[in-house]
């Protein structure tokens, strides 16, 4: 079929491409890799991929192409789901014979939920969707497509069995060879990544058990399934050539560190080819590993944190001791290793008194750049169930973000209220960032370069427009 994968436009700013980790308006205006949806995209030929959000397309002229296709794929989650089905039906008012289908978290945790919210849905993709999507496309019929829901010819929605879980990941082609064709790189930006930048995925998976993170819960799993070191670094060799003016490569697997014996092997390949790149990891990268990954391109680790108490982090299960986060940070410091801390403020056990404890932690540890996020029970999680047993959140009004795409604070507890956690973000930005060290070494940065002097200050006034919109949002909610 002629095939569109779509990423629709939702709230101004709205970051659906980050998928798993943070679907909402950035503090500072960023957009990550549509990379699910390019994954599919790139086992079926001739298709076609829309990432409207950081191109900014709007929906007339989507819905103008509607006859072009016969299939349409888009990504969806919890905060973007009604905009997404708005799409389906507009694009469906316009070429009545296009065939809907869904796919992401939202979609694997709640097939039968979500279809009945749409009647315009033809079908939802479970778990790891992208050889489903692909035999849709090819019309294999849908009985007999395994990880699908769909409506059959009465109506009636019906759920195939699941998909085995892939372990040859080499099979799947380059998701590079679509950004090239449909993409325009300069679009993509990240505030603490070099533009402009490529992503991609060198595994899924993760052997964590953090009860709040979704893509391992819900699509990716406990096993990191890797791809080869030889085709990872085939794609980066593709990218040198068809993306020249590539300043850094980010490995968006959720822990590249999992297994540290290949993640130095694959260092050692990029240091051959002199590229710089960056990862996410865990705060508990021996130095010895790191000292390999420096010396052969490493400029930054995207860390999370989480938070500084230690039962905090003993309750979300996140596998980590504060004291060797802190050293892990402190060799980082040493190595020359940038780091990009992101926390959590609301998770369970928070308290006003843990609050103020990771914030004294992250001014102590001091990573390069922070994000601070609220905790975002998604369904699906252990952290969801957990929420609506223990009644820190209303499942029927379980919004995680408000009209506009800004991230607000579901969560609540008898001693911490909703607007308690969602005002300590911005104390938290504040205490970290403006304190003379900080702002000394900021400054510093910004001298030594003069595109990073209006890179910092447009990214300033972004900020400052960010925490504007979200006061707003708290006077609303009082």
């Known amino acids: 079929m002629r095939t569109l994968f779509l990423q629709a436009p939702t709230f101004d700013g709205f970051d659906g491409g980050a998928g798993s980790r943070y679907q909402a308006k950035r503090e500072i205006k960023s957009f990550w890799y549509p990379t699910w949806l390019a994954q599919p995209a790139a086992l079926v030929p001739n298709s076609k991929l829309i990432d409207a959000p950081p191109h900014d397309i709007k929906l007339p002229e989507i819905v103008a192409q509607a006859d072009d296709f016969d299939l349409v794929v888009l990504h969806t989650s919890v905060p973007s789901f009604k905009s997404d089905v708005k799409t389906i039906e507009a694009l469906k008012a316009k070429n009545p014979k296009l065939i809907a289908g869904l796919i992401g978290a939202k979609v694997a945790v709640d097939a039968a939920g979500s279809m009945a919210q749409a009647p315009a849905v033809d079908f939802c993709a479970r778990n790891e969707f992208d050889f489903t999507v692909k035999e849709v496309a090819e019309g294999v019929p849908m009985a007999e497509i395994k990880g699908l829901s769909y409506r059959n010819a009465d109506g009636v929605v019906v759920h195939n069995e699941d998909r085995e879980i892939m372990t040859d990941m080499d099979q799947l082609p380059f998701v590079t060879s679509v950004y090239k064709r449909d993409l325009e790189m300069e679009k993509y930006f990240i505030g603490y990544l070099k533009h402009p930048y490529i992503s991609f995925y060198s595994g899924r998976g993760c052997k964590s058990r953090c009860t709040f993170c979704l893509w391992p819960q819900t699509v990716g799993g406990h096993t990191y399934r890797t791809r080869s070191v030889a085709h990872v670094i085939e794609e980066i060799k593709y990218c040198l050539k068809e993306f020249p003016q590539t300043k850094e490569f980010f490995f968006d697997d959720d822990t590249f560190t999992d297994n540290l014996p290949r993640a130095e092997e694959i260092a050692r390949e990029l240091g051959k080819l002199g590229v710089t790149w960056s990862c996410n990891a865990k705060a508990n990268v021996p130095r010895k590993t790191l000292e390999v990954l420096k010396a052969n391109g490493l400029r930054l680790l995207l860390v999370g944190y989480e938070s500084g108490n230690q039962q905090i982090l003993n309750n979300i299960k996140k596998g980590m001791r504060v004291e060797v986060a802190e050293r892990f940070t402190k060799d980082c410091h040493e190595l020359g290793i940038a780091i990009h801390g992101t926390f959590i403020l609301g998770l369970p056990g928070e308290t006003r ?126």
């Not at 959140?393 to 008898?414: R, S, T």
């Open 353 to 478: 008194e843990t609050i103020q404890e990771t914030i004294a932690f992250a001014k102590r540890i001091n990573p390069h750049t922070i994000q601070v996020s609220l905790a975002a029970p998604y369904p699906g999680t252990f952290l969801y169930k957990q929420a609506v047993e223990n009644g820190w959140l209303d499942k029927d009004n379980a919004e995680l973000v408000d009209e506009n795409g800004v991230q607000i604070a579901p969560l609540h507890y008898p001693h911490l209220s909703h607007t308690e956690i969602f005002n300590s973000v911005e104390a938290f930005y504040k205490k970290f960032y403006f304190r003379a060290p900080k702002i000394a070494s900021i400054v510093s940065e910004m001298v030594r370069s003069p595109d990073m002097m209006k890179r910092r200050l447009r990214e300033g006034v972004e900020f400052w427009h960010f925490l504007r919109e979200r006061q707003g949002v708290a006077k609303k909610a009082a």
